[in-house]
């Protein structure tokens, strides 16, 4: 069932087009990129409109922006599933040393060096954890709770969750990066 715009909603669309290009722009895409995301944009531009109802006290432009930004995102997710990515073992990969085999950067179940530095890598990222922290970081990792229900356990909010989880895994990439 799709939706038409009536005269007062094609109007704010037609006067708030430069949304899509300010919105595009807050991305930092090359001009290629703003170019194929435009009808995106514009999908999510046309659909502020459609919603938009000026007694709620909110201005067109934010949320022209959150259901821009909501269409790009549902391109996004579904791209992602359909991505396929061929490769080999055997592909030949370009580095700063020279050339090199992409099986020689990826670890394998023969690579008995990784999981000593993966370990190496979550004791020191836990060793800054507080208790409950650690609690979380273990109710996670070794018994696969999900952050939803973590959070109704030690009574607090799902983001909480996430972001003590987000903060223990920048610590382990900090730990390969540096």
Not at 101 to 120: G, H, Q
Request: hydrophobic share 40%; net charge negative.
């Amino acid at each position: 069932m799709s939706k038409v715009l009536n005269d007062a909603q094609r109007k704010l669309v037609e006067d708030n087009h430069n949304l899509i290009y300010s919105f595009l722009n807050s991305r930092h895409l090359s001009l290629d990129s703003v170019e194929d995301w435009y009808g995106t944009a514009a999908i999510g531009l046309c659909k502020a409109a459609l919603t938009f109802d000026e007694s709620r006290g909110a201005k067109f432009a934010t949320l022209a922006y959150i259901c821009m930004d909501n269409e790009v995102r549902q391109v996004l997710r579904k791209n992602r599933k359909n991505v396929t990515v061929v490769a080999s073992l055997d592909d030949d990969i370009a580095t700063a040393e020279g050339g090199c085999f992409l099986a020689d950067v990826i670890p394998d179940s023969r690579d008995f060096y990784y999981p000593i530095y993966l370990n190496d890598a979550i004791e020191i990222a836990t060793r800054s954890l507080n208790d409950r922290d650690k609690q979380i970081i273990d109710l996670i990792i070794n018994h696969g709770l999900t952050h939803s229900a973590i959070a109704i356990k030690f009574g607090v909010a799902q983001p909480t969750v996430s972001r003590v989880y987000g903060k223990f895994l920048k610590k382990i990439r900090e730990y390969f990066i540096d």
